[in-house]
T-cell receptor, first 111, second 110 residues
Framework: NAGVTQTPKFRILKIGQSMTLQCAQDMNHNYMYWYRQDPGMGLKLIYYSVGAGITDKGEVPNGYNVSRSTTEDFPLRLELAAPSQTSVYFC??????????FGPGTRLTVT | KQEVTQIPAALSVPEGENLVLNCSFTDSAIYNLQWFRQDPGKGLTSLLLIQSSQREQTSGRLNASLDKSSGRSTLYIAASQPGDSATYLCAVVDTDKLIFGTGTRLQVFP
């Protein structure tokens, strides 16, 4: 199993540009999450999904959108990039309330 | 609103010491609690998961306890080694969401 994979690993965006962070898992997990981690800070939940076709907002959803059309994939969309979105983004998945597995992260810089 | 706090924020100890990391949460209605390790510039690795009905879990030199009624969990690391140096995060599953503390940055020096 590849586990949780994220692409790209690094990205630099200009203010106002858009991009999609990709996340996929091959463990047939129903729960998937997107977090952001700012330097020296904990993880903040952006969006989460409890199954295909179901998504919900976390603590910091503004400026982001998600979709979950399949069990495996959970992409995160940034529509109009702002400097405040400079962060490391982690995708994670779990089966109900089982152990949570994280991807390696995407380091995003908005200038 | 569930809030998760970890103390201390940072800890520096000599190799061989036994140490305790603390995690507290404000709402005891949790499904489980997980401890993670994060190395600099890396993702998170799950260390231990304690279901709400359990009191503790052990894995090698790690032992995690859970006291739901008091909203506390501790991670005990026995005979610490330099390779244990990392940030340790606890997280509670609150309905469908995993809520994180801010972590304890541990340095074990030879």
């Amino acid at each position: 199993n590849a586990g949780v994979t994220q692409t790209p690993k690094f990205r630099i965006l200009k203010i106002g540009q858009s991009m999609t962070l990709q996340c996929a898992q091959d463990m047939n997990h129903n729960y998937m999450y997107w977090y952001r981690q700012d330097p020296g800070m904990g993880l903040k939940l952006i969006y989460y999904s409890v199954g295909a076709g179901i998504t919900d907002k976390g603590e910091v959803p503004n400026g982001y959108n998600v979709s979950r059309s399949t069990t495996e994939d959970f992409p995160l969309r940034l529509e109009l990039a702002a400097p405040s979105q400079t962060s490391v983004y982690f995708c994670a998945s779990s089966y109900s309330q089982g152990p949570t597995y994280f991807g390696p992260g995407t380091r995003l810089t908005v200038t | 609103k569930q809030e998760v706090t970890q103390i201390p924020a940072a800890l520096s100890v000599p190799e061989g010491e036994n140490l305790v990391l603390n995690c507290s949460f404000t709402d005891s209605a949790i499904y489980n609690l997980q401890w993670f390790r994060q190395d600099p510039g890396k993702g998170l690795t799950s260390l231990l998961l304690i279901q709400s009905s359990q009191r503790e879990q052990t894995s090698g030199r790690l032992n995690a306890s859970l006291d739901k009624s008091s909203g506390r969990s501790t991670l005990y690391i026995a005979a610490s080694q330099p390779g244990d140096s990392a940030t340790y995060l606890c997280a509670v599953v609150d309905t469908d969401k995993l809520i994180f503390g801010t972590g304890t940055r541990l340095q074990v020096f030879p």
